[in-house]
């Protein structure tokens, strides 16, 4: 009996959604659309658009893409140990452990993309330049090892690429 209200429930909520669809989708004319009416249309949509740009670009929203913290491989670390242990790896210890907010590695553990590797490899100096700033970020130690707040390490930066202690120039 439930189950027969929901779903009458849904049908009539989907009845009264069908007709504005129905006169959206059709509009009893079979001439083409004025090309004019439509160019002016999409310039309209367009300045909408810029304006919401322009509000959220003052309202303190970021721009583009956060600020990378985090290399290739540590993301991929990341991944494996959230995947492979769950319930030992919640995304609050990742989060405690490779030094960034809960909601990086959110994002970190959704995304799927893999840039080609020439952008991997401008995108890892960005990260590690960062961690090598004179105030280096939470659990990193010399030498370019990340360590885990009970002193395990978690990964270790390649020779040369920067990390505090690192002699190379």
């Known amino acids: 009996m439930a189950a027969l209200l929901r779903r009458g429930l849904r049908a009539a909520a989907l009845l009264t959604v069908a007709p504005r669809r129905a006169l959206a989708a059709w ?10 009416l439509e160019e002016e249309q ?4 367009r300045r909408a ?3 919401l740009r322009r509000l959220r670009r003052e309202l ?12 290739w491989a540590a993301m991929e670390q990341m991944r494996f140990l959230w995947q ?5 790896w919640p995304p609050e210890r ?7 907010s809960p909601e990086e590695v959110r994002r970190v553990l959704r995304s799927r993309g893999c840039p080609p590797p020439h952008r991997r490899l401008r995108q890892d100096e960005r990260a590690i330049a960062k961690a090598a700033a004179p105030r280096p970020a939470p659990g990193l130690s010399a030498g370019g090892e990340v360590r ?5 390490l ?12 690192d002699n190379a120039q």
């Open 94 to 100: 990742l989060a405690r452990g490779f030094g960034v």
């Open 84 to 88: 492979e242990l769950p319930e030992e």
């Open 60 to 71: 303190g929203g970021q721009r583009g893409a956060p600020e990378r913290t985090l290399t």
């Open 148 to 152: 885990a707040s009970d002193g395990s």
């Open 154 to 165: 978690l990964y270790r930066l390649p020779r040369g690429w920067g990390g505090p202690g």
């Open 27 to 36: 509009s009893g004319d079979t001439e083409p659309a004025d090309p004019v």
């Open 42 to 45: 999409r310039a309209r949509r």
């Open 49 to 51: 658009a810029a304006r």
